[in-house]
């Protein structure tokens, strides 16, 4: 099994501090999922009520007080530290300038968790850019045993198929950092399909519950790493 790093993050310490500067009396600020709004002309925005399908399941199975919507954050925003989980999906091209690689090399360092989703068509641009990202890192195969198909829900054999794409078995990839799994790419699954309602892509309910679990479980797992 990767060996889990079992501290918090820099992120992780912002937040609690920010929790830390409200009364007693005043509610805590609900959790959010940022959608990463990339350049290169990729659909970065598809399946646009996925997130806030999944929030709402998320809110629904745990503990947690989700946000009803979605935010959107670009590489090179100041608001991309408020943040410490990024969603990114799409079919088509990924691009990030020099300055977006920095911080975004920077954010993932310090405490940031990237889940990335392919679509179909977006693979070999995200690829080729996290490789601008972390030119010193490779890709691992999570194995099934791995933490983050063991939180909420249990998925004793990895990622669930939701979409069939090049007749390929799914692929949960994962770049670490000094132990931390700081980006979690689904590849050949197609969750952010699975999280939309049933009138978009005509799932039937076992799929897109599995993949709503799996997101669930994903989202978990960055709090607890």
Wanted: aromatic share 14%; hydrophobic share 35%.
């Amino acid at each position: 099994m990767i060996k889990k790093q079992r501290t918090f993050s820099v992120l992780a310490l912002v937040f609690l501090g920010i929790l830390f500067s409200f009364s007693a009396a005043e509610p805590l600020p609900p959790m959010t999922i940022a959608r990463l709004k990339y350049g290169g002309g990729g659909d970065w925005y598809s399946n646009p009520g996925s997130l806030e399908n999944l929030m709402a399941y998320i809110e629904r199975h745990t503990d947690l007080d989700m946000a009803e919507r979605q935010a959107v954050v670009e590489p090179g925003s100041p608001q991309l530290f408020s943040y410490s989980y990024l969603y990114m999906n799409g079919h088509g091209n990924v691009l990030f300038n020099g300055e977006e690689v920095r911080r975004l090399r920077h954010y993932l360092e310090h405490g940031g968790f990237l889940h990335a989703d392919d679509n179909y068509g977006m693979d070999p641009s995200f690829r080729r850019e996290m490789k601008k990202i972390f030119p010193d890192k490779e890709w691992v195969e999570l194995p099934f045993d791995h933490p983050v198909y063991h939180q909420v829900f249990e998925f004793p054999d990895g990622l669930p198929k939701v979409h069939e794409h090049d007749n390929k078995a799914p692929q949960g990839l994962g770049l670490f950092h000094e132990g931390r799994l700081v980006v979690f790419y689904t590849y050949e699954t197609d969750l952010g399909d699975g999280w939309e309602s049933e009138e978009v892509h005509h799932d039937p309910q076992e799929i897109r519950e599995a993949a709503l679990r799996m997101g669930t479980n994903i989202f978990m797992y960055h709090l607890r790493q």
